[in-house]
């Protein structure tokens, strides 16, 4: 007889809300008629986003004290809360902003299902804690994910996303599975707080293994050199799913791999941190510089994310308290602007009918004052501009590093953030600047005003009052983090 | 109420520039709003410099809230003697920016307006910061308006001015933003009134560096000649009249209060370039083929001669400095909104083209003429107590630079001279036809203001100089 764990249902409820919504929406799928399919599957995913948030901010509350759960498989603790919370709020975001995509009426329940499904992996892989409900996570995230990239098979690049994103993120899956097997043979011990506990600091094969989960987990965050994939999936992929993809998987990447650095490898600190100021460089090089040359804002918005991916790995590197609270509030408002960004960028794909250039983003300011505005808005926040949470996101960076005592680190993000004013004012430009006669005035389908799209309408203005509200707001959102990341040994 | 009036200054601006954007107003209507608020902000400064007690050292009209406790940032806004007056200038010059736009009726008024007045705002808002990450955040806040202002409502070569432009700005703002954590973690606080001296150069330079892109001193001045050309002269006003008072003025309260070490090695470069600044502005103001060049090289003059005051670092040079930033702040806005005034009548600001302008605009003509007679320092002019005092607190430090000084004062009359000559007098110049017609009432409205509170200060220079005051903070 197995003995049977002791399962506490409420550590895992957001991922279960989340798994649940799935598999009643393949429900829909079958069962509601053809024309109440695509609000009754939008209306499902939405719920079941909600009621993650929801549940996950009542874990939040209700887990002051760090435990395990469930055989010491899952975290219980607030730092998985609170990025449950984001990635399910980046969730309900994503379904307003699919909601006007012109999806095959046939798949419309899927794509919402799968859409649950990868919130639910996301919610389960942020409070892993240990290396096969680490994987566990990581695959069933990935593989919805994959085929969500490739799900809309009429649009050019969506299956060739899928299966680039499909091969590039095996290899880090495998990556991460294969390290993780030397980490066990090297201590012995599948928990994280057991790999740390057992020492070994001098281990070959640890070291080796811990280099190759760092580098499976880079895959995810879409950190440069491991960044290959990002800029094809992301311009291929349906754009909703691309905006969901660029904010809720680096969230949990990233809060995972603050957390198993920490808890796993304390006694090879001095080599991580230099590994992920490493990475983070190189993320800030190649994302801002490759980033200058694109014309099509997706891919722009795909090198904007890599470079993202080195400034928030800037306070992983920096591996102090600050730094745990710098990440989590950082990506508070990163999320919010890229699922914006990318919602205002699906509302212009929608209207053109084509992809979203630089060039026939011209006009857009002006032809719909709010959708420029919000823009605008994101693209400064990313920027780091005062009045959007970016700039607050930076400094808190900044600090951490210089905390840590690596103030180079804060002149290599400087230096990557002046070359990013270059592509971030361009689509600003893009957006304002052209005169009136070089405006092409919309190529509409049949006339008329450009098509209404207020599930997108809410989403972005959802995300421009996060942007803009977490620069205001900053100490409730700084004491969420902060007792967030004492559930981290510092 | 005395301490709401700092935040006041600000937000009211901000809100006018919010309702501007959101009131669903007819459209001419908007631009009387912006200048009813301007004019507000106006009435408001006044109130402040009744309020304020010019003999007591102490920060004033002080406000404080917690932002975020975690590394010391707080919403705190106040004035010094010095601050107040810039306050000051920003209000008149931002009024008068926006009664000129008003009257020009710029296209699409709603985004024009608000954005005039975010800007504003955002400039009292950088004089009145008294913690350094509120001081970043209006610094930076002060870019947006102004790239979107020369970028959508420029002349032709608008977009290598806003790119230019912006990438000094940026550049030089970022590094500050680096200087500034590193600083204020040191320093347990980014509260200026709390934070003490530094001795670190680096940091000195990070400061440094962003405060002369914007002022801008000689050799960071790459984006001047585009923007102040590019620009709506109203833009151009303000940002050579206010704008880069602000980096004169950051130099002041940061630079060189709480960095005196470094500020001291650094003085011999920095009166370098700034004397290579003034005599190089004024040979180019000499040599520029139109109104607006001239305006703004002698603008770069102008900044290397209050560098000179500020790094004189002693009570004459600051006070003079603080004179000559309200000076040249009137002077340069009254001057490029006149330079918008001639370029409507003629088409054109080539001074080739002009000329004669005197004949039958004898308005046009005297306005032109005492703001020229102002900005070239003659005797018993505001400029001239200025550039006195600042001369004698930089003779202090060495005789040579006081020459080099006098020297440019020579120059400055030399391409004053020149431009109301070439505007106003000699052969009417082939633009200028019967139909430009001498200034008009609502543009005499405008400029008049501004030149009375010129010959205000002529006549009572110590207004300033002798209100600024009471040792550095």
């Given at each position: ?26 429900l829909v799928?079958?069962?509601?008629p ?14 079941g986003?909600?009621?993650a ?53 046939e798949h ?23 290396l ?7 695959e ?15 649009l ?29 043979g ?5 928990e ?26 880079a895959f ?7 960044h290959?994939?990002?800029?094809d ?5 349906p ?26 490898f ?22 801002n ?35 745990g ?16 960004a ?38 400064l ?22 905390e ?33 006669a070089?405006l ?7 006339g ?34 902060r ?6 040994p510092? | ?19 501007v ?14 200048t ?7 009435g ?16 004033q009209?002080?406000?404080r ?9 707080s919403?705190?806004v ?30 699409r ?23 350094l ?10 870019l ?6 020369i ?11 806003t ?46 560096v ?10 960071f ?19 050579s ?25 650094f ?99 005297t306005?032109l003429?005492?703001?020229g ?11 001239f ?14 005789w040579g630079?006081?020459?080099?000084g ?19 007098h ?26 009375a509170l010129?010959?205000?200060l002529?006549?009572?220079?110590a ?9 550095l903070?």
């Amino acid at each position: 007889m197995i003995p049977r764990p002791h399962v506490d249902w409420f550590a895992l409820a957001p991922s279960l809300a989340m798994t649940g919504a799935a598999g009643l929406l393949l429900l829909v799928a079958v069962l509601v008629p053809r024309r109440w399919r695509k609000p009754a599957a939008a209306a499902g995913a939405g719920a079941g986003f909600a009621a993650a948030f929801a549940l996950a901010v009542a874990l939040a509350a209700k887990s002051p004290h760090a435990t395990t759960a469930v055989a010491h498989a899952v975290f219980r603790d607030r730092w998985a809360a609170l990025a449950q919370v984001l990635v399910a709020g980046c969730g309900a975001v994503a379904v307003l902003l699919s909601y006007g995509e012109r999806w095959r009426e046939e798949h419309v329940a899927e794509y919402y299902a799968l859409l649950s499904a990868a919130g639910a992996g996301m919610a389960f892989f942020v409070q892993a804690s240990n290396l096969m409900t680490l994987f566990l996570g990581l695959e069933w995230f990935s593989i919805a994910l994959y085929v969500l990239c490739a799900i809309d098979i009429d649009l050019v690049g969506s299956l060739e996303a899928g299966l680039k994103y499909l091969v590039v993120g095996a290899v880090g899956s495998a990556t991460l599975l294969f390290g993780s097997a030397l980490v066990y043979g090297a201590s012995g011990a599948l928990e994280f707080d057991r790999i740390g506990a057992a020492g070994g600091a001098h281990d070959s094969l640890l070291v080796l293994g811990l280099a190759m989960v760092l580098a499976g987990l880079a895959f995810k965050t879409s950190a440069a050199p491991f960044h290959m994939w990002t800029p094809d999936a992301y311009t291929g992929a349906p754009t909703p799913v691309t905006a969901f993809m660029a904010s809720a998987t680096k969230v949990a990447a990233l809060a995972v791999s603050y957390r198993l650095l920490l808890t796993a490898f304390p006694a090879e600190e001095h080599l991580w941190t230099w590994a992920v100021a490493g990475i983070a460089c190189a993320s800030l090089a190649v994302g801002n510089v490759a980033a200058l040359a694109q014309r099509n804002v997706k891919r722009l918005l795909a090198y904007s994310s890599v470079s993202h991916a080195g400034f928030m790995l800037i306070p992983v590197a920096a591996a102090n308290a600050l730094g745990g609270r710098a990440l989590l509030y950082y990506l508070i408002p990163y999320c919010a602007m890229s699922l914006g960004a990318f919602g205002v960028v699906a509302a212009r794909e929608r209207e053109l009918g084509a992809p979203v250039t630089l060039e026939n983003l011209a006009g857009l300011g002006w032809e719909r004052p709010f959708l420029g505005v919000a823009m605008w808005t994101f693209m400064l926040g990313f920027l780091g501009f005062p009045l959007t949470g970016g700039f607050l996101g930076k400094f808190y960076a900044f600090a951490a590093a210089y905390e840590h005592g690596w103030w180079w680190l804060i002149v290599v993000g400087v230096a990557g953030t002046i070359v990013s004013a270059a592509y971030y004012l361009a689509v600003v430009r893009a957006m304002y600047f052209r005169d009136a006669a070089e405006l092409q005035l919309t190529p509409r389908v049949a006339g008329g005003s450009p098509p209404r799209d207020p599930a997108l309408g809410a989403g972005v203005a959802v995300c421009l009052a996060v942007t803009v509200g977490s620069f205001f707001a900053v100490q409730p959102l700084v004491d969420a983090a902060r007792s967030a990341a004492r559930a981290l040994p510092f | 109420m005395t301490g709401w009036l700092s935040t006041i200054l600000i937000v009211l601006p901000v809100a006018g520039a919010l309702a501007v954007w959101l009131a669903p107003l007819p459209r001419h209507w908007v631009g009387s709003l912006a200048t009813l608020v301007s004019l507000v902000e106006v009435g408001f400064w006044i109130d402040a410099v009744r309020r304020f007690d010019f003999g007591s050292p102490a920060l004033q009209l002080e406000q404080r809230r917690s932002w975020f406790s975690d590394l010391g940032v707080s919403w705190h806004v106040g004035q010094y003697g010095f601050s107040l007056w810039l306050v000051g200038l920003t209000a008149v010059c931002g009024a008068a920016a926006c009664l000129y736009a008003w009257w020009v009726g710029r296209e699409r008024p709603r985004a024009y307006f608000g954005l005039l007045l975010f800007l504003t705002g955002s400039i009292a808002g950088v004089f009145s910061a008294q913690d350094l990450l509120v001081f970043y955040a209006f610094f930076e806040a002060m870019l947006i308006p102004l790239y979107v202002l020369i970028g959508v409502w420029g002349g032709a070569a608008r977009m290598r001015a806003t790119i230019t432009f912006v990438v000094y700005t940026v550049a030089g703002s970022l590094l500050m933003l680096a200087a500034i954590v590193v600083y204020g973690l040191q320093q347990g606080t980014f509260d200026l009134t709390r934070t003490g001296q530094s001795g670190n150069d680096w940091l000195f330079l990070g400061f440094a560096v962003a405060f002369a892109v914007k002022a801008p001193l000689w050799p960071f001045h790459g984006w001047l000649p585009d923007a102040y050309r590019e620009s709506p002269a109203e833009v151009s006003a303000i940002l050579s009249g206010v704008v880069s008072k602000v980096a004169a003025y950051g130099f002041l309260r940061i630079a060189i209060a709480k960095f005196p070490d470094p500020a001291h090695d650094f003085r011999v470069p920095i009166l370098v370039l700034a004397s290579v600044g003034l005599v190089y502005g004024s040979l180019l103001a000499f040599r520029s083929p139109d109104f607006r060049g001239v305006v703004a090289y002698s603008s770069l003059a102008q900044m290397g001669l209050i560098t000179y005051g500020l790094f004189a670092a002693n009570d004459l040079g600051f006070d003079g400095s603080v004179l000559q930033m309200v000076n040249h702040g009137l002077i340069s806005t009254t001057l490029f909104l006149l330079a918008g005034m001639v370029e409507r009548r003629a088409a054109t600001g080539e001074l080739a083209l002009l000329g004669g302008m005197a004949r039958g605009r004898p308005a046009l003509a005297t306005v032109l003429m005492t703001t020229g007679i102002v900005a070239l320092a003659v005797p018993l002019s505001s400029s001239f107590a200025g550039e006195f005092l600042i001369l004698a607190g930089v003779f202090q430090q060495g005789w040579g630079w006081a020459v080099v000084g006098a020297v440019a004062i020579v120059l400055a009359a030399m391409y004053m001279l020149r431009l109301i000559s070439a505007v106003l007098h000699e052969e009417p110049g082939p633009a200028v036809t019967e139909a430009a017609l001498d200034l008009r009432g609502a543009e005499l409205a405008v400029v008049v203001p501004l030149v009375a509170l010129l010959l205000v200060l002529s006549a009572w220079p110590a207004a300033v100089s002798g209100h600024s005051f009471l040792g550095l903070p």
